[in-house]
């Protein structure tokens, strides 16, 4: 019945799915991309019709909102990560979602830009967060959402040769510090390998596994038990693993895909306990992240 009176509604809505994508590649966290979309249809149902019917370009518009919001938003994430009780790590999410770009766009340049696939994993979203938040942003909007540098601007508030600035700067952050990311079918190999590794506790089997100079973090957020520090080094990654097969029965492994790409998720007594995400390179894993934090695991609970 809105619908009725309101022809528009179904196509701003239908933005949703796109600015959830947008917003979490923005913030890292779900539930903040959820309020950030909310907060962005909030301001657009408190304008009167007249301005409603003023705005040329609503998917623009809401985007620019939402980008705004978004950019807020970093510089207080920020700080309550300085506060964080030990490492954070950007949320997991189950599958392959949250892939949406820009509706229409021109075909992305694959000198100068990353695919969407790419841009939601979890070795990908780890780089983000070493950006300023105006890097971020511009970077995201323009070489993952293929926005232009002058509606990018509208959005980070400077000119459009500075977001060009930004988004390069962001581009080499990427290049220099961004694990390889191999085919999907020889990660899952790998990470069937590690699972089955872990499982018959084949300590000669995990250190093979993992490349000498691995790198493990885990987020507990203070909640549940987790390192608070990341774990260098294979060998002592394994030693880790092995430990706390010790300490923990009746654990369930199953191999699931973790923000796009092959990963793990561990079931306790039929509920889940931690999601592993991993950067895999030469048949081997580089980079292993463990999230125990249950705020950060509501999607996969939803999902089970």
């Known amino acids: 019945m809105t619908e009725r009176h309101d022809p528009g509604l179904a196509a701003i809505m239908g ?26 249809y909030v301001r657009w149902y408190s304008m009167p019709p007249e301005g409603q019917a003023a705005v040329e370009n609503t998917a623009a518009w809401l985007t620019t909102v939402a980008g705004r919001i978004c950019l807020n938003q970093l510089g207080s994430a920020r700080a309550r990560r300085e506060r964080y009780v030990g490492e954070w790590i950007p949320e997991p999410l189950p599958g392959g979602e949250w892939l949406g770009g820009r509706s229409g766009a021109a075909p992305a340049d694959p000198a100068d830009r990353v695919t969407l696939d790419e841009s939601v994993n979890m070795a990908f979203l780890v780089v983000l967060e070493a950006m300023t938040p105006a890097e971020r942003v511009a970077f995201v909007l323009h070489d993952v959402f293929r926005y232009p540098f002058n509606e990018v601007a509208a959005i980070v508030g400077r000119s459009p040769a500075a977001c ?37 506790r084949d300590m000669t089997a995990l250190v093979d596994l993992l490349d000498p100079n691995a790198l493990a973090t885990g987020d507990g957020g203070g909640l549940v038990t987790a390192t608070l520090h990341p774990i260098e080094g294979g060998a002592r990654i394994a030693d880790y693993l092995m430990a706390l097969a010790d300490k923990v029965h009746g654990q369930e492994l199953i191999e699931t895909t973790v923000n796009g790409r092959p990963g793990l998720v561990a079931r306790q007594d039929g509920a889940v306990a931690a999601v592993y995400a991993f950067a895999t390179a030469n048949g ?21």
Not at 20 to 29: D, I, Q, T, V
Not at 284 to 304: C, D, Q
């Open 164 to 200: 060009r600035q930004l988004a390069s700067s962001a581009r080499r952050r990427i290049g220099d510090a961004r694990p390889p990311v191999g085919p999907d079918a020889r990660q899952a190999d790998t990470v069937r390998h590690f699972k089955r590794a872990w499982e018959s």
């Open 284 to 304: 081997r894993i580089t980079r292993l992240w463990a999230v125990r934090n249950p705020e950060k695991l509501r999607s996969w609970t939803a999902a089970a």
């Open 15 to 40: 933005e949703r799915q796109r600015l959830l994508g947008l917003a979490y590649r923005l913030l890292g966290s779900l539930s903040e991309a959820e309020d950030a979309v909310q907060e962005t």
